[in-house]
């Protein structure tokens, strides 16, 4: 007797890569709380459960700080005619959204993007 393909699935899903079971929704940012930071882009993930990019802030003392930002699925930033090149390493951010609830935790859920001209990249209130 064949086991139903079914049954594979929670075996299958505990074998794939941690960041997979790291999907946690926005519990861990201050939704009632929102900051604004300037930085180069180091990495842009165009992946799913949210696309992430990964950038470099200078902070009051002239330090690099690595800042993490979380949005949208591709699904919803390919509507808006995102795609996995439209933020490049080197690109100079200003970048919006709520703050990581984790203090020391240099993170956002963010709600806007504006290109070093001020143009508006994205706007989300998701």
């Not at 899903?13 to 929102?34: N, R």
């Not at 949210?50 to 003392?61: A, G, M, P, S, T």
């Not at 005619?81 to 859920?109: C, Q, S």
Request: hydrophobic share 40%; net charge negative.
């Amino acid at each position: 007797m064949r086991t139903p393909s079914v049954l594979w699935i929670p075996f299958l899903v505990g074998l794939l890569p941690g960041s997979v079971h790291a999907h946690h929704g926005w519990q861990e940012f201050d939704e009632k709380s929102e900051v604004t930071v300037t930085g180069i882009v180091t990495d842009f993930h165009y992946v799913n459960p949210h696309c992430v990019v990964e950038f470099d802030v200078k902070d009051d003392k002239g330090r690099i700080q690595k800042w993490q930002g979380e949005f949208s699925n591709p699904g919803v930033l390919s509507r808006r005619g995102w795609n996995a090149a439209y933020l490049e390493a080197g690109d100079k951010l200003t970048i919006t959204g709520h703050p990581a609830k984790k203090d020391g935790v240099l993170a956002l859920h963010v709600t806007r993007i504006l290109s070093a001209s001020g143009e508006l990249k994205l706007e989300l209130r998701e």
